[in-house]
T-cell receptor, first 112, second 109 residues
Framework: SAVISQKPSRDICQRGTSLTIQCQVD?????MFWYRQQPGQSLTLIAT?????????ESGFVIDKFPISRPNLTFSTLTVSNMSPEDSSIYLC?????????FGPGTRLTVL | GQQVMQIPQYQHVQEGEDFTTYCNSS?????IQWYKQRPGGHPVFLIQ?????EVKKQKRLTFQFGEAKKNSSLHITATQTTDVGTYFC?????????FGSGTKLNVKP
């Protein structure tokens, strides 16, 4: 299995600021992903974090708003830029390891 | 993104009753995975189904992949309070997993 940690676990931010979420996997993985989950809702895929190249974004998500880094096979960051209250959500990092998908504990973001 | 419908949205059962959630796709799937998310937790992988008509069991949980590979089901026999949570199916497409809407299960002791 793969163990994923995320930092911070939660944050309260002011409108217009940016927050960078870090994701660390305890083993090298090919695929890493970022999801967003509103309380009580399903998971929405934001983007695939590609190692050594630009992330691949899903419809409705853009690089300027959600820049992603993936410097190596165990680490990725997601930045939520110029935040608004609509960005309040839980952000989950995920990694695929041997046909299973593992999730981090999530980052609960509240934007005031 | 891909559209995956799950029904029901909510299910309340008495402990000991059975529970089933269904996942339907408009397109043929290469494979499907099932996840469980406990309240306040993150999704945890349960199983992957790949073959048409495949049936897999994990203790009281039975997973089935439709013959046409467009639908799947998760059945829990004799629910327990530890089964409480939201069950998601996730379909695989273009090297990514897209999650269904989920079924929230509540079990009354």
């Amino acid at each position: 299995s793969a163990v994923i940690s995320q930092k911070p676990s939660r944050d309260i931010c002011q409108r217009g600021t940016s927050l960078t979420i870090q994701c660390q996997v305890d083993s090298q993985v090919t695929m890493m992903f970022w999801y967003r989950q509103q309380p009580g809702q399903s998971l929405t895929l934001i983007a695939t974090a590609n190692q050594g190249s630009e992330a691949t974004y899903e419809s409705g998500f853009v690089i300027d708003k959600f820049p992603i880094s993936r410097p190596n096979l165990t680490f990725s960051t997601l930045t939520v830029s110029n935040m608004s209250p609509e960005d309040s959500s839980i952000y989950l990092c995920s990694a695929r390891h041997r046909n299973e998908q593992f999730f981090g504990p999530g980052t609960r973001l509240t934007v005031l | 993104g891909q559209q995956v419908m799950q029904i029901p949205q909510y299910q309340h059962v008495q402990e000991g009753e059975d529970f089933t959630t269904y996942c339907n796709s408009s397109t043929t799937l290469s494979n499907i995975q099932w996840y469980k998310q406990r309240p306040g937790g993150h999704p945890v992988f349960l199983i992957q189904l790949v073959k048409s008509g495949e049936v897999k069991k994990q203790k009281r949980l039975t997973f089935q992949f439709g013959e046409a590979k467009k639908n799947s089901s998760l059945h829990i026999t004799a629910t327990q309070t530890t089964d409480v949570g939201t069950y998601f199916c996730a379909l695989y497409n273009f090297n990514k997993f897209y999650f269904g809407s989920g079924t929230k299960l509540n079990v009354k002791p």
